[in-house]
C-alpha cells in the first residue's frame, strides 16, 4: 500500500508525488540557473543561554581529565608519533606530571586474556614452545568434539551442505590464526619496546606470583 | 456585538412591509445608540441582507429575500433565460463558466455576452474562488457566495490574508495568557488555578471583538480557527469539557532550548553535504566562523 | 549503528586515548567479533600496540572478550559501541556526585574514571594522595565509597573465576547479581601503612574485587531529571516535588529500565527468546504518595492539595502519570513510554521551529495531532497561505521529519495512472533516528572543529602555558613584581587578543558539547523507552 510512500527513505519525489503534493506550475521548485550558494542564508542563529554553574563545573573538570588521559599511560602514541613528538620538543614532554602519571600504568591482566600480557608473553616463551604439540592436540580434539555437536544438532538430513560451507569457513579461520611463537619472535627483536615500561610498575609482585604458579599453560 | 445588532436590526426591518425608516428604527430599538446602528446596518448592507432605497427625503431599508428569483426581464431572450437557470441551480457555490457551457450547448463568443448582458443588469454576478486560482464562478447577484468559494473571513478577494490572521493569532495568545497570569495570582489550588487560566471560544471572542481589530465580522467559528493555531503553536492547549465544547488555555514549553539548536548545525540547512572534505566541512562552515566570532 | 555514529566514536576514542586505540576501535567497530591477529593484519599496527590497546579499551569497559566459537581457547574482542557515548558524560557523573556526595565522592569518582576500573584499597590509597581534601580521614572516604555502593552509583565487576591448577588463556568471571552492590571490608590500617609506604596496595585483602561507576544507575538520575524539569516548566514546582515522589517510589518495586514491550525477550545460545508476557507491576497508590509525603516533604500547599496534583500531573497531555485503578485511594502507573514520546516530540518541535521557522512547527504540529492529513487540509488547518504551506511542507518531507503515505484508490479503470491519495505523516521512530544521527554529526564536527582551533594557534597556546608555569614558578620564588609584569609583558597584546579569541572558541565548542548531550540524552531515552532498539542500557552490564 505505502510502496511509492517509500520514497521518503531518500527523500526524493517521483513526479507523481510531486503533482499530488500540490507542487505543480508555479509551486515547483524554480529551475536554478546558477549552482545553489554553498551556505545559503540561514532563518535564525543558535540559541544562546547562559552557562549554568553547573555546565562550568562540568567544563572545567572536562578540561583537566583530558589533559590528564593526555598524559596518562592509557593514551597511547604509536612509536613513529612518539618520535616525532620528542622532536618538536613539546613543553609537555618535560612536564614533571607527564611522567608520574606514566609510570602508574596498571592493568589487570588476569582479567583479561593473556594475549594481552606481553611481559607474561615472553617469560614463557621459551617454556610455551615444547608445549606447541599438545596444545595442537588438544585443539584437534576439541574441533572434533564440536563437530560432533553440530551434527548431532542438525541431525543429518538436508543440512549437510551447509554444515559443510561453515566448516569450511571454520577451517578457513583456523588458518588465520598465526602461530603465536613466531609472531612472539618478531616482536623480541624490535628495540623500540617502549611499551614494556608502561608494565613493569606495579606489576613484579604479580610476576613472581605466575612464575611460581606456572604450571602447564594450555 | 456586531453579528448580534445587525441580526436584531434585520429582524426588526423584516418585520416592516414595505420597509423601515430611521424612525421605525429608532422606536423599535429605542436604547440602541446611532453608531452602532450604523454600524449593524453597514453590515446587513455588506451581506446583502438589505438594501437601501430612497423615498423622497427619507432613506428607507428594505430585507432582501434571499430565496426570492431575482426578476428576469420579461423581455429576455431565450438563451438568457436558459443561462440563468444554470447559474441559479449552481446556488451559493457557484457554477464555472465551462460546466455552464456544456449545460447550455452555446458556443463561447455567445456565453460570454450572454453572461456580459446578465452581469450589467445585475442579475448573476462572477466571484473569484479560493480553491482554483484564476477561476471564476458564477452565481445570482444577490446571494452571498458559500465559504467554500470566498474562504471566509480569511479571504480578501481569493487572497488569504496572512498578516490578518497571524494578528489574530497573536491576540488570542495574549488573551489567554492574560487570563494565566491572572489566575496565577490567586492561590486557590492547582485545579482551581487551571479552570481559572481555560478559556471558551465565548470569551475570546468578546475579547477579539471588543479590540476592534477585525474589519469583517468574525464569528465564533472563525475564532475557533485561530484558537486551534494557537494550539498547533505549541501555545496552548486544547481541553474537551463534558459538555462537548473546548476550551483553551496557554501553556509553557516543557523542554527548554534543545542543546542541538544551540549550535549551527542544529539549524544548519547544508548538513546532508556536510563531510569530511569538500565544500562543507567543520572546518570551513560559514556558519560556524559567523557562531564562534 | 549509523556513520555518523561511528565517526563520533572514532573521535571521542581519540580525544582520550589516541591514535592507536581509536585505530583498534574503529577495526572492531566494523565487526561483531574479532581475534587479535584479524585487528593486527588490519590496523597495521604492531601486535604489541594492539594488545596495550586492547588492554586500555578493556580496563575502560568498552571492550568484551569471548571464547571463539571454533576455538575455545581464542578470544574474541568486541566493542561496547554503545557505551562510548558514556565517555562524553564523565564530567555529568563527576558533577552528579559532587551534588550528591561533595568533594569526597567527587574524587572516588574522579579516580574510578581515570583508571576506568580498579580495587576500592587502591582507589581510596589515590584519594588520600592525590585528592584535593588530603585533611579527610580515611574513615570518610570509606564511608562514602560504601554509601555509593549501597545506592548503586559504584558496581561491582563480575569477580573472577580463579583456578589454582590451571592458568587460563581466556578468564572467567562469575556473574551473581546479588553481591554486586555488596560493600567490600576495606582495611583501613592498612590504608595508612600504603600511605606511608609500609606496605603495598597488593597486600590489600580486596584485591579480587574491582569496581567501577554504574552508568546507568547515573542515567537514571539524568533521565528521573529530564522529566522532573518537564512537569517543574510545566505544571510548576510542586508538582515536580510530586512526581519525584511518585518515582522514588516506583523504583521500589519497579526496574527502572523496564522497557515498553510486554514481551521480555533473552538471548539463549545466541537465540532470541520470549520469555515473558507480562510487564512487572510498577503501580503507586495514592496512600503511598501521602505517606511519603508526610514523611518526607515540609511543602504545606503539596500536602493540602496533593490529591489536585496527582490529578494535574495525570490529566496533563505530557502523559506521565496514567491512572490504574482505585485501590488505596487510587492506583497510578508512570508511563515512560508517553513521557518520553512527549518529550521527543517537544524537542523535535523546538528544532523544526529553529530550523525552518514557527510555521513549520505548526504544520508538523498539525500532521501529529491528525495522524494523517492531505495537503489541502493541512494548510487549511494551520491556516497557511497554500503555496507557503506547500513549500514548508516539502521542505519538512525533503529533510525527513515528516513522511509521506500514498493510498492507492480502488478501480481507476485502465486509463493512465491509478489515483492515488497522498498523506503526510509522522514515523516518529524514524524522525528520532534520523535526528539523532544529525546530533552525532554535530558533536562530531564540534570535536573536529575544537581540533583544528588548538592545532591551528598550537603555538601561542603553547606560549602561554609556558608563560604561565614560569610566572608561576616565579612567584612561588618571590620575585618582585615588576619583574614578573616584564615577563608576563614578553605576550604581546596581539597575541593576548587572538588567544582570548582562540579560548573563548574553545570554551564556547566545548559548552556545546555538553548542551548537545542532553538533546542526544533525550532522544536515546525515547529509543529506550519507546522502540526495541538497542540501546546499551543493560541491567549489569
Known amino acids: 500500500m505505502a510502496g511509492r510512500g517509500r520514497g521518503g527513505k531518500t527523500g526524493t519525489l517521483t513526479a507523481e508525488q510531486m503533482q499530488a503534493l500540490g507542487c505543480v506550475g508555479k509551486d515547483m521548485p524554480q529551475v536554478q540557473s546558477a549552482p545553489p550558494p554553498t551556505f545559503p542564508p540561514v532563518l535564525s542563529k543558535p540559541i544562546t543561554l547562559e552557562t549554568t554553574t553547573a555546565q562550568s563545573y562540568q567544563l572545567l573538570w572536562k578540561e583537566d581529565f583530558l589533559n590528564r588521559m593526555r598524559d596518562s599511560p592509557y593514551y597511547i602514541i604509536s612509536a613513529s608519533q612518539e618520535k616525532k613528538k620528542t622532536d618538536v620538543k613539546d613543553w609537555r614532554e618535560k612536564a614533571v606530571d607527564r611522567l608520574k602519571y606514566r609510570a602508574q600504568a596498571e592493568f589487570n591482566y588476569k582479567a583479561m586474556p593473556k594475549e594481552l600480557n606481553a611481559t607474561s608473553r615472553k617469560r614463557t616463551a621459551a617454556e610455551l614452545r615444547p608445549k606447541q604439540v599438545e596444545k595442537k592436540n588438544k585443539n584437534i580434539e576439541d574441533r572434533l568434539k564440536q563437530l560432533e555437536q553440530k551434527e548431532l544438532k542438525s541431525g543429518g538430513g538436508g543440512d549437510n551442505d551447509n554444515d559443510e560451507a561453515k566448516q569450511d569457513s571454520d577451517s578457513e579461520r583456523e588458518d588465520e590464526q598465526e602461530d603465536p611463537d613466531a609472531a612472539l619472535d618478531d616482536e623480541m627483536d624490535e628495540e623500540n619496546d617502549y611499551a614494556n615500561d608502561y608494565f613493569d610498575n606495579g606489576e613484579a609482585y604479580n610476576e613472581e606470583d605466575d612464575n611460581m604458579d606456572d604450571g602447564p599453560v594450555y | 456585538m456586531a453579528a448580534e445588532i445587525a441580526q436584531l436590526l434585520l429582524s426588526v426591518i423584516q418585520g416592516i412591509p414595505g420597509g423601515a425608516t430611521n424612525d421605525d428604527l429608532n422606536k423599535a430599538l429605542s436604547d440602541m445608540p446611532a453608531a452602532t446602528r450604523v454600524e449593524g446596518l453597514n453590515i446587513l448592507l455588506q451581506q446583502g441582507g438589505i438594501e437601501v432605497l430612497k423615498k423622497g427625503e427619507k432613506l428607507i431599508y428594505r430585507a432582501k429575500d434571499p430565496q426570492k428569483k431575482s426578476a428576469l426581464p420579461k423581455d429576455a431572450d431565450n438563451e438568457e433565460k436558459v443561462v440563468y437557470s444554470i447559474v441559479e441551480e449552481g446556488g451559493n457555490k457557484g457554477i464555472w463558466i465551462r460546466d455552464i457551457r456544456i449545460k447550455s450547448n452555446l458556443n463561447m463568443t455567445q456565453l460570454n455576452k450572454i453572461l456580459k448582458n446578465l452581469e450589467t443588469k445585475k442579475l448573476i454576478k462572477a466571484v473569484k474562488s479560493v480553491n482554483a486560482s484564476k477561476k471564476k464562478v458564477y452565481m445570482l447577484y444577490n446571494l452571498e457566495a458559500d465559504r467554500s468559494v470566498t474562504g471566509g473571513a480569511w479571504y480578501q478577494d481569493q487572497d488569504f490574508e496572512v498578516e490578518f490572521v497571524d494578528v489574530l493569532n497573536q491576540q488570542c495568545l495574549r488573551f489567554l495568557q492574560m487570563k494565566r497570569e491572572t489566575a496565577e495570582k490567586k492561590r486557590d489550588g492547582p485545579l482551581a488555578f487551571k479552570q481559572m487560566s481555560c478559556c471558551s471560544v465565548k470569551d475570546v471572542h468578546k475579547f477579539i471583538s471588543d479590540l476592534g481589530i477585525s474589519k469583517v465580522n468574525l464569528d465564533e467559528d472563525d475564532l475557533e480557527t485561530i484558537l486551534k493555531t494557537v494550539v498547533y503553536d505549541g501555545n496552548a492547549e486544547r481541553i474537551l469539557q463534558s459538555d462537548g465544547a473546548y476550551v483553551y488555555r496557554a501553556v509553557n514549553m516543557p523542554l527548554p532550548a534543545p542543546g542541538l539548536v544551540q549550535m549551527p548545525c542544529g539549524i544548519c540547512p547544508v548538513i546532508k553535504n556536510c563531510s569530511d572534505c569538500g565544500d562543507v566541512t567543520a572546518i570551513n562552515c560559514q556558519y560556524m566562523k559567523d557562531w564562534l566570532d | ?541
Open chain 3, 1 to 541: 549503528m549509523s556513520a555518523d555514529y561511528a565517526d563520533l566514536c572514532s573521535a571521542l576514542l581519540e580525544q582520550c586515548f589516541g591514535k592507536v586505540v581509536q585505530a583498534v576501535a574503529d577495526c572492531l567497530f566494523s565487526a561483531n567479533t574479532r581475534t587479535l591477529s584479524q585487528i593486527v593484519s588490519s590496523t597495521k599496527l604492531s601486535r604489541k600496540e594492539v594488545t596495550l590497546a586492547l588492554a586500555v579499551l578493556i580496563k575502560f569497559r568498552l571492550v568484551n572478550f569471548e571464547p571463539s566459537m571454533i576455538n575455545a581457547y581464542l578470544p574474541e574482542y568486541s566493542l561496547k559501541r554503545e557505551d562510548i557515548i558514556c565517555l562524553l558524560r564523565y564530567s555529568r557523573y563527576i558533577h552528579l556526585v559532587q551534588s550528591k556526595y561533595g568533594s569526597i565522592g567527587a574524587s572516588i569518582a574522579e579516580e574510578l574514571l581515570n583508571s576506568g576500573s580498579d580495587t576500592a584499597t587502591s582507589i581510596l590509597v589515590k584519594c588520600l594522595t592525590n585528592g584535593e581534601n588530603k585533611s579527610e580521614t580515611a574513615e570518610n572516604y570509606r564511608d562514602i565509597f560504601h554509601k555509593m555502593i549501597t545506592d548503586h552509583y559504584i558496581i561491582k565487576t563480575p569477580e573472577l573465576i580463579t583456578n589454582e591448577d590451571q592458568d587460563e588463556l581466556i578468564p572467567k568471571f562469575l556473574t551473581t547479581e546479588c553481591d554486586f552492590f555488596v560493600p567490600p571490608i576495606i582495611d583501613l590500617q592498612l590504608l595508612t601503612k600504603i600511605q606511608s609506604g609500609e606496605a603495598s596496595v597488593e597486600n590489600a585483602q580486596d584485591s579480587a574485587m574491582v569496581w567501577n561507576l554504574n552508568y546507568d544507575r547515573f542515567h537514571q538520575e539524568f533521565r528521573d531529571d529530564v522529566m522532573k524539569l518537564a512537569v517543574e516548566r510545566k505544571l510548576g514546582e510542586n508538582a515536580a516535588e510530586c512526581f519525584r515522589f511518585i518515582l522514588k517510589i516506583m523504583y521500589n518495586t519497579t526496574d527502572p529500565w523496564q522497557r515498553v514491550s510486554f514481551l521480555t525477550y533473552i538471548f539463549v545460545h545466541k537465540r532470541l527468546m520470549i520469555v515473558a508476557l507480562q510487564r512487572a507491576s510498577n503501580q503507586v497508590t495514592f496512600g503511598e504518595i501521602k505517606q511519603a509525603i508526610e514523611k518526607k516533604s515540609k511543602n504545606l500547599d503539596l500536602m493540602k492539595h496533593l490529591d489536585q496534583y496527582i490529578a494535574l500531573i495525570t490529566d496533563d497531555s505530557l502523559g506521565f502519570l496514567r491512572k490504574v485503578g482505585d485501590m488505596g485511594g487510587g492506583q497510578y502507573v508512570v508511563d515512560m513510554e508517553r513521557a518520553f514520546e512527549s518529550l521527543a516530540f517537544a524537542c523535535v518541535e523546538s528544532v523544526i521551529t529553529e530550523r525552518f521557522g514557527s510555521k513549520a512547527a505548526r504544520i508538523f504540529r498539525v500532521i501529529r495531532f491528525k495522524k494523517f492529513i492531505e495537503q489541502e487540509d493541512l494548510q487549511k488547518e494551520a491556516m497557511i497561505p497554500a503555496k507557503e504551506a506547500k513549500s514548508l511542507a516539502y521542505n519538512l518531507f525533503q529533510e525527513q521529519f515528516i513522511h509521506v503515505r500514498v493510498i492507492k484508490k480502488a478501480g481507476g479503470g485502465g486509463s493512465g495512472p491509478a489515483k492515488a491519495f497522498y498523506l503526510f505523516q509522522i514515523k516518529t521512530k524514524d524522525t528520532v533516528r534520523m535526528l539523532l544521527d544529525v546530533c552525532y554529526k554535530a558533536l562530531y564536527n564540534i570535536i573536529r572543529r575544537s581540533n583544528y582551533e588548538k592545532s591551528e594557534h598550537k603555538g601561542l597556546i603553547e606560549k602561554s602555558q609556558r608563560l604561565d608555569s614560569i610566572v608561576e614558578t616565579m612567584k612561588e620564588r618571590g620575585e618582585s613584581e615588576d619583574y614578573i609584569a616584564e615577563i608576563v609583558e614578553t605576550f604581546t597584546p596581539p597575541e593576548c587578543e587572538i588567544l582570548n579569541k582562540v579560548k573563548h572558541r574553545i570554551k564556547t565548542l566545548s559548552k556545546a558539547e555538553l548542551t548537545l548531550d542532553d538533546t542526544i540524552f533525550l532522544l536515546q531515552m525515547y529509543q529506550h523507552h519507546c522502540t526495541m532498539l538497542p540501546t546499551g542500557i543493560q541491567k549489569f552490564k
